[in-house]
């Protein structure tokens, strides 16, 4: 079957980096997707993986590890607007391209 | 250019009862999906639609129908509803079908459904 594990809540403060981390386990697995989530909106896209490797986008930047089956989203220069719900998402050949999210981390940035 | 919009934004039913929740995507998309979201969860699919005219099932069909009026709208409906669909519809489309990387889905603002 399709599994996702991500820590369910992180806490930093004003300024650092903080990381958050996603294991997958999925057959037919192409790429690994981020999605920022502000308590009561639409989840937002934020960054895609499908190669071994990091994505910079602006402070944020995405990992990935196929053979490792493990990703992680980092932010940087952390802002008080920065407190979400991240969610990964695996997309996987077997399930048709649909994607499978995680249960989301919810970051919480202190002053 | 409004995107993705869902109506309604709230709705409260009693066990039973039906209705019909809308989604409309103003971007030219092919695909289209709604999701369901449960508290401290994340977002499961219901079903989906490739292109106008086709629909399939996703992770959590059972109690829900969809319909592709045309490739703009995609709408569902729970035709009898039940407590255990309480929850935050979204709707999301993406250029891409979806047996290709979706490396985007845009997502409507959410119905906030409450089934008493």
């Known amino acids: 079957g399709q599994s996702l594990e991500q820590p369910s809540e992180v806490t930093a403060v004003e300024g650092a980096i903080v990381q958050i981390n996603c294991t997958y386990q999925?057959?037919?697995?192409?790429?690994l997707s981020w999605y920022q989530q502000h308590d009561g909106g639409a989840p937002t896209f934020l960054s895609y993986n499908a190669l071994d490797g990091l994505e910079e986008t602006g402070r944020f930047s995405s990992f990935l590890s196929r053979s490792d089956s493990y990703g992680y989203l980092l932010l940087q220069e952390l802002q008080m607007k920065d407190s979400a719900s991240y969610f990964c998402?695996?997309?996987?050949?077997?399930?048709?391209?649909?994607?499978?999210f995680g249960q989301g981390t919810e970051l919480s940035v202190k002053p | 250019n409004a995107g993705v919009t869902q109506t309604p934004k709230f709705q409260v039913l009693k066990t039973g009862q039906s209705m019909t929740l809308q989604c409309a995507q103003d971007?030219?998309?092919?695909?289209m999906y709604w999701y369901r979201q449960d508290p401290g969860m994340g977002l499961r699919l219901i079903y989906y639609s490739a292109s106008e005219g086709t629909t399939d099932k996703g992770e959590v069909p059972n109690g829900y129908n969809v319909s592709r009026l045309n490739k703009r709208e995609f709408s569902l409906r729970l035709e009898s509803a039940a407590p255990s669909q309480t929850s935050v519809y979204f709707c999301?489309?993406?250029?891409?079908?979806?047996?290709?990387?979706?490396?985007?889905?845009?997502f409507g603002p959410g119905t906030r459904l409450l089934v008493l």
């Open positions: 971007m030219n998309h092919n695909s």
């Open positions: 998402a695996v997309g996987s050949y077997n399930q048709g391209g649909k994607l499978i």
């Open positions: 999301a489309s993406s250029p891409l079908p979806p047996s290709s990387p979706p490396e985007t889905q845009y």
């Open positions: 999925t057959s037919g697995f192409y790429g």
